[in-house]
């Protein structure tokens, strides 16, 4: 069972560009989450995804970036006229919907993560 | 929301002693407890979880702990090794809810 897959591994954008990241989430796992991190920091939880759905976008800024998990092919996320301020490490994780007596609960599988940085 | 802090930031041992990394949570209802070890230029590899309905989980050289009462939960690696060298963080969340919180991290050293 393949692992969580991000591509592209690096990026290098000029401020103004668009930055394209995408990840397909571990086999059978319908939910997918992108976290931000920036160097010597911990993880900002920006977004998660469902299927076809956006459940919770809270952490991610409301203007340039942009998040979708299309019913076909990986998710996308989207940051528009890219600044200096984007550079940071992008990561992707993925979970099933896992039942127990206590509710369902989110094992979260990372991917290798997207370094991006801008110009 | 969920404030999760982790202490300390870095962690220097010797390779064969213990090495203990704690965490506290502000989230009553928070009752998962994932860490993650991550390597330089890797995505974080989830090591060990614990839930809320148990005290102690141990896999290995590995355990964790968890007092919910004081809200704070933590790492043990016994017998460390240089490749235990990296950055763990702790994390927390509810059930049904995927909005999970990182700790900050600690860059852990083992020295051979």
């Known amino acids: 069972n393949a692992g969580v897959m991000q591509n592209p591994r690096h990026l290098v954008r000029r401020r103004g560009q668009e930055a394209r990241l995408r990840c397909s989430p571990m086999?059978?796992?319908?939910?997918v989450y992108w976290y931000r991190q920036l160097p010597e920091e911990g993880l900002k939880f920006m977004v998660y995804?469902?299927?076809?759905?956006?459940?919770?976008e809270s952490g991610m800024p409301k203007e340039r970036f942009s998040a979708e998990f299309p019913k076909e092919g990986p998710s996308i996320l989207r940051i528009q006229q890219v600044v200096r301020g984007d550079s940071a490490a992008y990561f992707c994780a993925s979970s099933p919907v896992s039942s127990s007596a206590f509710g369902a609960y989110n094992e979260q599988f990372f991917g290798p993560g997207t370094r991006l940085t801008v110009l | 929301g969920e404030n999760v802090e982790q202490h300390p930031s870095t962690l220097s041992v010797q390779e064969g002693d213990s090495a203990v990394i704690k965490c506290t949570y502000s989230d009553s209802a928070s009752n998962y407890f994932p860490w993650y070890k991550q390597e330089l230029g890797k995505g974080p590899q989830l090591i060990i979880d614990i839930r809320s309905n148990v005290g102690e989980k141990k896999d290995q050289r590995i355990a964790v702990t968890l007092n919910k009462t004081a809200k704070h939960f933590s790492l043990h690696i016994t017998e460390t090794q240089p490749e235990d060298s990296a950055v763990y963080f702790c994390?927390?969340?509810?059930?049904?809810?995927?909005?999970?919180?990182f700790g900050a991290g600690t860059r852990l050293t083992v020295k051979p």
């Open positions: 995804l469902q299927k076809e759905n956006i459940i919770d």
């Open positions: 086999k059978g796992h319908s939910h």
């Open positions: 994390a927390a969340s509810r059930y049904n809810n995927n909005d999970m919180r």
